[in-house]
Protein backbone atom coordinates (compact mmCIF):
# COMPACT_ATOMS: atom_id res chain seq x y z
CA UNK A 1 0.00 0.00 0.00
CA UNK A 2 3.04 2.17 0.43
CA UNK A 3 4.46 2.08 -2.85
CA UNK A 4 1.50 3.05 -4.82
CA UNK A 5 1.41 6.60 -2.39
CA UNK A 6 4.86 6.93 -3.19
CA UNK A 7 4.98 6.26 -6.92
CA UNK A 8 1.96 9.29 -6.86
CA UNK A 9 4.12 11.58 -4.46
CA UNK A 10 7.29 10.94 -7.01
CA UNK A 11 5.42 11.66 -10.08
CA UNK A 12 3.68 14.98 -8.60
CA UNK A 13 7.84 15.80 -7.88
CA UNK A 14 8.91 15.44 -11.22
CA UNK A 15 6.01 17.26 -12.45
CA UNK A 16 6.62 20.53 -10.09
CA UNK A 17 10.42 20.14 -11.06
CA UNK A 18 9.48 20.15 -14.90
CA UNK A 19 7.24 23.17 -14.32
CA UNK A 20 10.33 24.80 -11.77
CA UNK A 21 12.98 24.40 -14.71
CA UNK A 22 11.18 25.78 -17.16
CA UNK A 23 10.04 29.06 -15.20
CA UNK A 24 13.59 30.14 -14.82
CA UNK A 25 14.92 32.56 -16.88
CA UNK A 26 17.59 31.72 -19.06
CA UNK A 27 19.64 34.25 -21.21
CA UNK A 28 16.69 34.40 -23.32
CA UNK A 29 14.09 34.94 -20.76
CA UNK A 30 12.68 31.69 -21.18
CA UNK A 31 9.37 30.40 -19.80
CA UNK A 32 9.43 33.22 -16.78
CA UNK A 33 9.24 36.01 -20.06
CA UNK A 34 5.95 34.43 -21.45
CA UNK A 35 4.29 35.23 -17.95
CA UNK A 36 5.68 39.00 -17.75
CA UNK A 37 9.29 38.85 -17.20
CA UNK A 38 10.53 41.20 -14.48
CA UNK A 39 7.84 43.81 -14.47
CA UNK A 40 4.40 41.73 -14.71
CA UNK A 41 2.75 39.39 -12.64
CA UNK A 42 6.10 37.33 -11.49
CA UNK A 43 7.47 41.05 -10.88
CA UNK A 44 4.54 41.43 -8.41
CA UNK A 45 4.54 38.09 -6.67
CA UNK A 46 8.14 37.47 -6.18
CA UNK A 47 9.79 41.04 -6.69
CA UNK A 48 12.12 41.99 -9.31
CA UNK A 49 15.29 39.71 -8.05
CA UNK A 50 12.46 37.30 -5.55
CA UNK A 51 11.70 34.96 -8.38
CA UNK A 52 14.98 34.03 -9.63
CA UNK A 53 15.92 33.39 -6.03
CA UNK A 54 12.46 31.22 -4.87
CA UNK A 55 12.74 29.36 -8.02
CA UNK A 56 16.46 28.58 -8.02
CA UNK A 57 15.37 27.53 -4.16
CA UNK A 58 12.51 25.41 -5.21
CA UNK A 59 14.70 23.77 -7.78
CA UNK A 60 17.18 22.62 -5.54
CA UNK A 61 14.36 21.59 -3.11
CA UNK A 62 12.44 19.54 -5.59
CA UNK A 63 15.75 17.67 -7.10
CA UNK A 64 17.25 16.38 -3.35
CA UNK A 65 13.01 15.10 -2.94
CA UNK A 66 13.31 13.65 -6.48
CA UNK A 67 16.65 11.63 -5.79
CA UNK A 68 15.27 10.66 -2.29
CA UNK A 69 12.21 9.25 -3.44
CA UNK A 70 14.41 7.39 -6.41
CA UNK A 71 16.26 5.59 -3.67
CA UNK A 72 13.13 5.10 -1.67
CA UNK A 73 11.11 3.47 -4.84
CA UNK A 74 14.39 1.34 -5.89
CA UNK A 75 14.75 -0.02 -2.63
CA UNK A 76 11.28 -0.39 -1.89
CA UNK A 77 11.04 -2.41 -5.55
CA UNK A 78 14.04 -4.70 -4.93
CA UNK A 79 12.22 -6.55 -2.64
CA UNK A 80 8.82 -6.53 -3.90
CA UNK A 81 7.57 -9.88 -5.54
CA UNK A 82 5.89 -9.87 -9.25
CA UNK A 83 2.96 -11.92 -8.44
CA UNK A 84 2.12 -14.05 -11.28
CA UNK A 85 5.01 -14.04 -13.11
CA UNK A 86 7.42 -17.02 -13.59
CA UNK A 87 10.56 -16.61 -11.69
CA UNK A 88 12.32 -18.55 -14.45
CA UNK A 89 11.94 -19.25 -18.33
CA UNK A 90 10.01 -21.74 -19.41
CA UNK A 91 12.93 -23.33 -21.18
CA UNK A 92 14.68 -23.59 -17.98
CA UNK A 93 12.08 -25.58 -16.18
CA UNK A 94 11.68 -28.03 -18.94
CA UNK A 95 15.83 -28.65 -19.04
CA UNK A 96 15.10 -29.46 -14.92
CA UNK A 97 12.32 -31.66 -15.69
CA UNK A 98 14.46 -33.76 -17.72
CA UNK A 99 17.17 -33.84 -16.10
CA UNK A 100 15.27 -35.23 -13.19
CA UNK A 101 13.62 -37.84 -15.16
CA UNK A 102 17.13 -38.63 -16.45
CA UNK A 103 18.64 -39.31 -13.12
CA UNK A 104 15.60 -40.68 -11.88
CA UNK A 105 16.03 -43.61 -14.71
CA UNK A 106 19.93 -43.85 -14.04
CA UNK A 107 18.97 -44.68 -10.47
CA UNK A 108 16.58 -46.98 -11.03
CA UNK A 109 18.93 -48.67 -13.50
CA UNK A 110 21.73 -48.71 -10.86
CA UNK A 111 19.16 -50.83 -8.32
CA UNK A 112 18.35 -53.11 -11.14
CA UNK A 113 21.05 -55.89 -12.21
CA UNK A 114 22.13 -56.01 -15.15
CA UNK A 115 22.35 -58.85 -17.59
CA UNK A 116 24.98 -60.84 -16.79
CA UNK A 117 25.60 -59.65 -13.10
CA UNK A 118 22.92 -61.70 -11.86
CA UNK A 119 24.05 -65.16 -10.57
CA UNK A 120 21.50 -68.21 -10.89
CA UNK A 121 22.73 -71.83 -10.25
CA UNK A 122 22.98 -72.41 -13.82
CA UNK A 123 24.99 -69.95 -14.33
CA UNK A 124 27.51 -71.27 -11.79
CA UNK A 125 27.43 -74.90 -13.53
CA UNK A 126 27.53 -73.00 -16.85
CA UNK A 127 30.64 -71.02 -16.36
CA UNK A 128 33.98 -72.68 -17.69
CA UNK A 129 36.75 -73.05 -15.18
CA UNK A 130 39.34 -71.46 -17.41
CA UNK A 131 41.81 -70.78 -13.87
CA UNK A 132 41.71 -73.93 -12.24
CA UNK A 133 44.51 -76.43 -13.11
CA UNK A 134 43.18 -80.10 -13.63
CA UNK A 135 44.96 -82.97 -12.72
CA UNK A 136 45.24 -84.27 -16.30
CA UNK A 137 47.10 -81.45 -17.57
CA UNK A 138 50.00 -81.66 -15.45
Same mark, same amino acid.
Given at each position: ? #?????? =??? *? &?????????? +??? /?AKGE????????????????????????? #?????? =??? *? &?????????? +??? /?????????????????????????????????????????????????????????????
Open positions: M #LFPILL =IIH *V &LICIALVIVV +LMQ /SGLAGAFGGGGGVTGAVFGGRGAASF #LSRATT =ILA *V &LFMVSCLTLS +LLS /SGRSTAGVASESVVTEAAQRDMAAQQQQAAQQQAMPQEGEGTTPEDIFNTPAATEATPDSQ
